[in-house]
């Protein structure tokens, strides 16, 4: 039930940084777990970054651990991606979702958002 709008992508070279925001609308912004998932072509949907509705704990794909990290505002009812060291591998359209009371696992997740692209040049 709850819209989202992703932005913040584009081109970026390998070891460079960006910052993706998701901009939730339609819900309890607090009551929502909040995640970041990535598909490159050719490729499955995969997971990134997940934070629970409280804030409580996190998830983080090993591929990007130590590199990206998940946050969010509730005052402003925005979910961040700090995207750093970034690689090549990391291109694909980057999705913000949503699950209400959900658990920081990478499932279940019915919001989605419209996507928003991040190259990495090497």
């Known amino acids: 039930q709850v819209q989202l709008v992703e932005s913040g992508g584009g081109l970026v070279q390998a070891g460079g940084s960006l910052r993706l925001s998701c901009v939730a609308s339609?819900?309890?912004?607090?009551?929502?777990?909040m995640g970041w998932f990535r598909q490159a072509p050719g490729k499955e949907r995969e997971s990134v970054a997940i934070?629970?509705?409280?804030?409580?704990?996190?998830y983080y794909a090993d591929s990007v651990k130590g590199r990206f990290t998940i946050s969010k505002d509730n005052a402003k009812n925005t979910v961040y991606l700090q995207m750093n060291s970034l690689k090549p591998e990391d291109t694909a359209v980057y999705y913000c979702?949503?699950?209400?009371?959900?658990?920081?696992?990478?499932?279940?997740?019915?919001?989605w958002g419209q996507g928003t692209q991040v190259t990495v040049s090497s």
């Open positions: 979702a949503a699950k209400y009371f959900g658990t920081a696992v990478p499932t279940d997740f019915a919001s």
């Open positions: 339609g819900g309890i912004f607090m009551r929502y777990t």
């Open positions: 934070i629970k509705w409280d804030g409580e704990s996190q």
